[in-house]
């Protein structure tokens, strides 16, 4: 398992499309979980983009 300061290739603690393009499921919600559209996408921002789709209904999760 790859972890964030894996990818993190220049160490500024966000990574840029470049670096997140080896995780297939990172690289396809980099722009909709970059927040503040500054093409640097940070830790914070994508457990804030998995929080809020966990939280809205899918068809894997009906119940909500």
Excluded: I, M
């Excluded at 972890?3 to 909709?32: I, M």
């Excluded at 559209?37 to 914070?44: F, I, Q, R, V």
């Excluded at 457990?47 to 909500?64: F, V």
């Amino acid at each position: 398992k790859v972890s964030w300061s894996d990818l993190d290739a220049d160490h500024d603690g966000s990574l840029s499309k470049t670096e997140a393009a080896p995780v297939d499921t990172l690289s396809q919600a980099f722009d909709t979980a970059d927040a503040d559209k500054d093409g640097a996408l940070t830790a914070d921002e994508y457990k804030a983009y998995l929080a809020a789709r966990q939280d809205s209904p899918s068809p894997s999760n009906p119940g909500r």
